[in-house]
């Protein structure tokens, strides 16, 4: 019944910013953690960053001090605010949520959403 789902997609020029959301209904929202995964062709699912209820985060190495998740619980909304943008950074972005705790394996969530199309160009 959890439901996801993605904005804030698009092209951006290489060292710029974007904002992306994901909303969630149909659960508690405080009751899960939020994951952000990408993926770009041929490669694998990978984990970016996650937030718990109590602002609990992890990024992984490669977007530390470039990328910002933050959740706000009046509104069921995580935001990943993405700053300085690199070609290596395109890729298909992913929402998903698994109960309680972060995790940064994707078989480790129950919901996702559909994904929102980061394009990063020169």
């Known amino acids: 019944q959890v439901q996801l789902v993605e904005s804030g997609g698009g092209l951006v020029q290489y060292g710029g910013s974007l904002r992306l959301s994901c909303h969630f209904s149909?659960?508690?929202?405080?009751?899960?953690?939020i994951g952000w995964f990408r993926q770009a062709p041929g490669k694998e699912r990978e984990f970016v960053t996650g937030?718990?209820?109590?602002?609990?985060?992890y990024y992984a190495d490669s977007v530390k001090a470039r990328f910002t998740i933050s959740r706000d619980e009046a509104s069921n909304t995580v935001s990943l605010l993405m700053n300085s943008l690199w070609p290596e950074d395109a890729a298909v972005y992913y929402c998903?949520?698994?109960?309680?705790?972060?995790?940064?394996?994707?078989?480790?969530?129950?919901?996702w959403g559909q994904g929102t199309q980061v394009t990063v160009f020169s």
């Open positions: 998903a949520a698994k109960l309680f705790n972060i995790a940064k394996t994707p078989a480790e969530y129950d919901h």
């Open positions: 149909g659960r508690t929202f405080s009751d899960y953690a």
């Open positions: 937030v718990a209820y109590g602002h609990r985060t």
